[in-house]
């Protein structure tokens, strides 16, 4: 019997025009649109090398459930985002895909949430209990996104700073993308005082070299990034950063 033809899921038929360069043949055989394949991609750089990597896979997919379920209860409504109906949405850092899928809700059925993660087993959790013709899900690399300059109406990247070694690229990136006037929210971990110290000196000493965003490093980061107003707020651990992209 022939192999049934695969069927490109809706959410990624929609996707395609947005990208910088896209695939001449797409992979999406398992749900989501791989751009980090052994086909059509550039050589990883030594961060990504790492996560893609069986160990780094695990130890990123491990860090991911945790992060989440400890700091996404936490997190501000998406309200805050005030997003268009019918409008573009990205979470970066998409992990199981339960913010992306809030997302899909609020831009409606015109609208499209997409989410972007490098784990392949989280990117097949997500397709599975999220997938829709408004929700799409994307691997690619962060510190590389591969969306069009000023995509998406709002953008999101919650509990994953903190897993990237060079967390202001990825903070530049997300600028990038969004368009002028949208709304991007971020939300990571931030100790403060003795513990702030000690845990700031065990990740910057680390062979991966991690670092901890504070309010004012976080602040300037989307500033320079092309950020007009920009709010941060501590609460407890988690810092909150919500940022409007200069018109």
């Given at each position: 019997m022939d192999r049934l033809e695969h069927v490109v899921p809706e959410a990624i038929s929609r996707t395609l025009p947005l990208l910088k360069d896209p695939p001449d043949e797409p992979d999406t055989t398992r749900g989501y649109l791989d751009l980090l394949g052994p086909v059509n991609r550039e050589p990883p750089g030594p961060i990504q090398a790492a996560w893609e990597s069986t160990a780094g896979a695990a130890v990123y997919d491990t860090a991911q459930r945790l992060t989440r379920k400890v700091f996404l209860s936490l997190r501000p409504p998406l309200s805050v985002l005030r997003m268009?109906?019918?409008?573009?949405?990205?979470?970066?850092?998409?992990?199981?895909?339960?913010?992306?899928?809030?997302?899909?809700?609020?831009?409606?059925?015109?609208?499209?949430?997409?989410?972007a993660d490098i784990s392949e087993s989280m990117l097949e959790r997500a397709v599975r209990d999220h997938g829709a013709p408004n929700v799409g899900f994307v691997r690619a690399d962060a510190t590389r996104l591969p969306f069009h300059d000023g995509t998406f109406a709002a953008v999101t990247c919650l509990a994953v700073l903190q897993l990237v070694p060079r967390p202001l690229d990825v903070v530049a990136e997300l600028v990038r993308v969004l368009a002028p006037g949208g709304r991007l929210a971020i939300m990571v971990p931030s100790p403060r005082g003795r513990l702030a110290t000690r845990v700031g000196k065990l990740i910057t000493d680390s062979p991966a070299g991690l670092v901890l965003l504070g309010a004012e490093e976080l602040a300037d980061g989307l500033h320079d990034a092309g950020a007009d107003t920009v709010h941060t707020r501590q609460a407890a651990f988690v810092l909150h950063a919500l940022a409007t992209k200069r018109a």
């Open positions: 268009p109906d019918g409008g573009l949405t990205l979470d970066v850092g998409s992990g199981p895909g339960d913010i992306t899928a809030e997302l899909g809700r609020a831009a409606g059925p015109r609208g499209l949430a997409l989410g």
